[in-house]
């Protein structure tokens, strides 16, 4: 394809619900065709779904959707929608995810698909029936540093892994005065800071890693009660949170990992006060090791033995020999942003969605990070380890058969 409007083939975008989310996914569609013109992808904004009027009126008025409804089926129904965008509240992932695969729409949803593993099965089974493309929102495999990261650990570089640290704290929720929203509702948001930040930090262990074959976990609530939503009944009352606020896990690699043998501490907490979005991790090898930080997300620190035995750490700020990044910034020390993430995702996904290679994150990656939750919640209240299965379709980095890697 050469890119020129005349080639590009138009793609019907749907959109369910129009939060902050929604809007970074139509911003990221809209952002495609300038930042991978040779793809001859045009995405079109088509139909909008929200509850809210505020949310329709912004989808028609600024995002440009060319039609809006409070009803998310009729996003789907839609014959001039090809692809969907599912941004709903957490509690309503399942259910709709499972209504597009029915309907043969392609989507792109965020996480948790589920609220535990078995409802994220349920849409896992719905996709492989219909045989439709999946995009997964896990934002932090898609840097250019953890691209690099993840070259250099196939590599080789950092040697025989040994062992992973990885910890993804926010404090975004530390105020105990903020309202009791549906995020601290077992029934809506399922899991607390597991299903949220410790979701994200498993897919990227897979990601650069391989699968997790078993893990002991603890987890813990620390602000038990938080007000009534203003506005509601519930205003002026203290009510309980139903979820975990801490979670940490300790986690055995599987034996087709490429960190097989490895060993890993995971921790992950939404109510730390100081960290914003401090969400890093530490691999470490027999020949060298490397860190990263989102807060950070342009640099990578790297240290390889060198041939007279030397080793220390060199910051890496990512340019243009890191995949993606010459796509967004023309050199190294103009960052990329967060926005620029979601552009890469949409990509990856689109290209699967029209027949490309699936690279991507998809909903057997979903289920294979929800299994790890799961497995974590039941280990907490048995305080033994839990062994899991691995996820077929999965794009975990798994050893190469022949080589040893």
Sequence with gaps: MTGSPADSRSIGVGLISVGWMGRLHSRAYRNLPVVYPELGL???PVHAADTAEAGRDYARAVLGYEKVTSEYQDVIDDPEVEVVSICAPNFLHAEIGVAAAKAGKPFWIEKPVGRSAADTARVRDAVIEAGVATGIGFNYRQPPAIAYARDLILAGRLGTITNVRGRFFGGFNADPNAPRAWRFVRELGGTGVLGDLMGHLVDL??????????????????????PGLPGTPDEGRRLPVENEDFANMLVRFDDTAFAAGALGSLDASWIAVGPKAEYAIEIFGTEGSLRWDFEHLNELELAIREADGTVGYRRMLADRTFPEFERFQPSGGTPMGYDDLKTIEAKKFLVAA????ATGSNIHDALASAQVLTAAEESAQSGRWVDLPVVAGNTANVRTEGTGR
Excluded at 205 to 226: D, K, Q, W
Aim: aromatic share 6%; no cysteine.
């Design 42 to 44: 045009a995405p079109r």
């Design 205 to 226: 262990v897979h990601y650069l890693l391989g699968p997790i074959g078993s893990v002991t976990a603890t987890t813990g609530t620390y602000i038990n009660e938080r």
């Design 354 to 357: 029209t027949g490309g290679p």
